[in-house]
């Protein structure tokens, strides 16, 4: 049995079964494997798909044999977040309940990742009705940040298994989704990169509601390359033009480093009142960030919009919590439901807020993005970290401590953002930098990621991969 880089990008492994050098069926046996041997303590899946992987990536090997794999995706494996709709398995949606029926259809851009050849290992925990940034679930079980063997850590919410999956080398992406940081925030504390889709760029048919205003799915991998790939594919973009761009090397695709890469771009930097948010770790990650976009070209000023990000978020709850309990109210207006005090408060909460507090909310809304855009009009990109601290043991959790203090107001301004590592604080756990652009404009965000990306260089990976996943061996 060969042995498998876990770690390997999904290009990598693309190119790998075109030359033959590696077949679906080893790859996606050796990620079981690697389930077998580390889920039980991280505890990422909340369900296999193991029988039906196995037969896929059996029938994409003989596809590859034949020579005629056109689909770009074909034999990759992959982990989707359980509230997302997959035709035969239960969407369990973080929640304890005594009946469940399987879905009869699969979430949209799940099935567009089918369609591409993409392979479902299974299904990944999430924070119930995937409400809460820290990443608990004190209902199903809370996933195990991989970054520290001996102290259970936050692994960031609400995509918590997703992130925890692709930092452990147990699948090589996942799909979660955004409401006010839930992409960005696990791929922040878990070491991956997490983009955070503009809202509404993507269709969410079969994706359990939280928010309509705010809800967003996005994809978690190891690369902005690999994050770049799959919005094409979850997007509804033309395969064969996506493979021409990879195998052609054209835009944010291409392999090669310049020092001038951004040159020509004005990113925004937090100003000294938001430093006072962050832990001194994240500040020198921060600031080693920003160096090194200036030597790829890039002009970095700080900003001082004329509302702070905690005056720009203070009204998302409200919004976010009227709207999950038209979704949700009827479950969690019974006592006898099985939740937390946390989920259920905050979902009644949402009764109160009236038609005439939404309406001054979303008015709120509109004359805040007038304001900060305004404020940022020579800015093509807004740069700050993803979390104001590392990730810190679930026991010492505080409500005193913010965890989406910059990753809210982005959502509620509109924007799109993307979480990128940047390196190992001195606390031994991943820091984790925030690039975000206007509405619709993935693409900046996404080719100042690559860029980054490259200068930083490889991204270590956490101890469990050598103590107790498979050694990988490169496939590069």
């Known amino acids: 049995m060969k042995e498998i880089n876990v770690d390997s990008s999904i290009w990598k492994l693309a190119k790998a079964y075109r030359t033959g050098q590696l077949f679906p069926s080893e790859v996606i046996d050796n990620y079981l494997k690697n389930i077998d041997k580390a889920d039980q303590k991280l505890q ?73 050849g993409a392979i479902m290992l299974g299904k990944t925990k999430t924070v119930e009705i995937a409400m809460g940034g820290w990443g608990i679930n004190s209902i199903l079980g809370t996933p195990w940040n991989p970054w520290d063997e001996k102290i259970k850590r936050v692994p960031g919410g609400s995509s918590s298994g997703s992130a925890v999956a692709v930092a452990a080398g147990l699948s090589p992406f996942a799909i979660g989704s955004d409401t006010g940081g839930s992409v960005r925030l696990p791929a922040a504390f878990c070491g991956v990169v997490g983009l955070n889709v503009t809202a509404n760029l993507l269709p969410t048919e079969g994706i359990m509601p939280l928010s309509r205003t705010f809800d967003t799915p996005g994809p978690i991998t190891n690369t902005v390359l690999d994050a770049a790939i799959l919005f094409q594919v979850m997007r509804g973009d033309d395969i064969d033009r996506i493979k021409k761009q990879l195998e052609e090397g054209v835009g944010f695709f291409s392999g090669s480093q310049s020092n001038d890469a951004l040159e020509g771009y004005r990113l925004g930097a937090i100003n000294d009142f938001e430093r006072e948010f962050c832990t001194d770790d994240v500040l020198r990650a921060y600031d080693f960030a920003l160096e090194k976009l200036v030597d790829q070209g890039a002009i970095v000023e700080k900003i001082s919009p004329r509302l702070c990000y905690s005056e720009i978020a203070m009204s998302i709850g409200d919004l976010i919590n009227s709207e999950a309990f038209s979704f949700h109210g009827d479950d969690y207006q019974s006592p006898d439901f099985p939740t937390t005090k946390y989920v259920r408060d905050r979902i009644l909460a949402g009764a109160n807020i009236t038609l005439a507090h939404r309406e001054e909310i979303l008015e709120h809304r509109k004359q805040t993005q007038i304001k900060f855009f305004d404020d940022i009009d020579k800015f093509h990109a807004i740069i700050t970290p993803t979390t104001p601290t590392t990730a810190i043991p679930v026991s010492t959790i505080q409500p005193s401590i913010n965890v989406s203090h910059f990753t809210r107001p982005i959502n509620f301004l509109g924007m799109c953002a993307l979480a990128v590592p940047i390196d190992i604080g001195g606390d031994g756990l991943p820091t984790s930098l925030q690039i975000a652009a206007r509405a619709g404009e993935e693409d900046i965000a996404l080719h100042i990621g690559v860029e980054f990306e490259k200068i930083r260089g490889p991204f270590r990976k956490p101890q469990i991969y050598e103590k107790h996943l498979i050694c990988p061996c490169h496939t590069s």
Do not use: C
């Open 44 to 116: 990422a899946f909340e369900v296999l798909a193991k029988d039906k992987a196995i037969a896929a990536a059996d029938k994409a090997d003989k596809i590859f044999v034949n020579h005629k794999a056109s689909k770009l995706l074909l034999g990759i494996p992959f982990a989707v977040k359980d509230i997302f709709d997959v035709n035969g398995f239960v969407t369990g949606n973080g929640q304890k309940r005594a009946n469940s029926q399987a879905a009869q259809r699969t979430a949209t851009v799940v099935e567009r990742l089918f369609a591409a």
